[in-house]
Nanobody
Framework: VQLVESGGGLVQAGGSLRLSCAAS????????IGWFRQAPGKEREGVSC????????YYADSVKGRFTISSDNAKNTVYLQMNSLKPEDTGVYYC??????????????????????WGQGTQVTVSS
C-alpha cells in the first residue's frame, strides 16, 4: 500500500488549495481513506474521510462547509478541496487509509498514526 500526497503550499487567508492523494496497492473501494493534519505543537487530528462501507464523507466540525472530499476511483485518487482557508488550517496534511473500519471511527481515532497506512504528508501554510 502506498499513499502519495501533493498539492500543499502557501496561500493567503481566504484562499483555496486542492490536495491530492494517489493510492496504490489496494482496492480503493475496500478502504476508508481520508485526510489528517498536524499543526505545529499540536496533536494530529482527523479532517475528512470517505467511509469504506457506503463511501459517505465525514468532516471535522472545524472544516465543515469549507472543505470537500472527493474521490476518483478510476485514478485511485482522493482529493481535498479546501476553500476559505484560515491561518489555523496551517499544518502538515497526511493522507491515510485502512480497511474494515467505519468512516467516523477512522476519522476520530486513527489520528495517532498507530494503525493503517499513511503518506509522507504535504505542508499547507495559510498566512494572515
Amino acid at each position: 500500500v502506498q499513499l502519495v500526497e501533493s498539492g500543499g503550499g502557501l496561500v493567503q487567508a481566504g484562499g483555496s488549495l486542492r490536495l491530492s492523494c494517489a493510492a496504490s496497492g489496494f482496492t480503493f473501494d475496500d478502504a476508508a481513506i481520508g485526510w489528517f493534519r498536524q499543526a505545529p505543537g499540536k496533536e494530529r487530528e482527523g479532517v475528512s474521510c470517505i467511509s469504506s462501507s457506503d463511501r459517505s464523507p465525514y468532516y471535522a466540525d472545524s472544516v465543515k462547509g469549507r472543505f470537500t472530499i472527493s474521490s476518483d476511483n478510476a485514478k485511485n485518487t482522493v482529493y481535498l478541496q479546501m476553500n476559505s482557508l484560515k491561518p489555523e488550517d496551517t499544518g502538515v496534511y497526511y493522507c491515510a487509509a485502512d480497511f474494515g473500519v467505519p468512516g467516523l471511527l477512522f476519522l476520530r481515532l486513527w489520528a495517532s498514526g498507530g494503525q493503517g497506512y499513511w503518506g509522507q504528508g504535504t505542508q499547507v501554510t495559510v498566512s494572515s
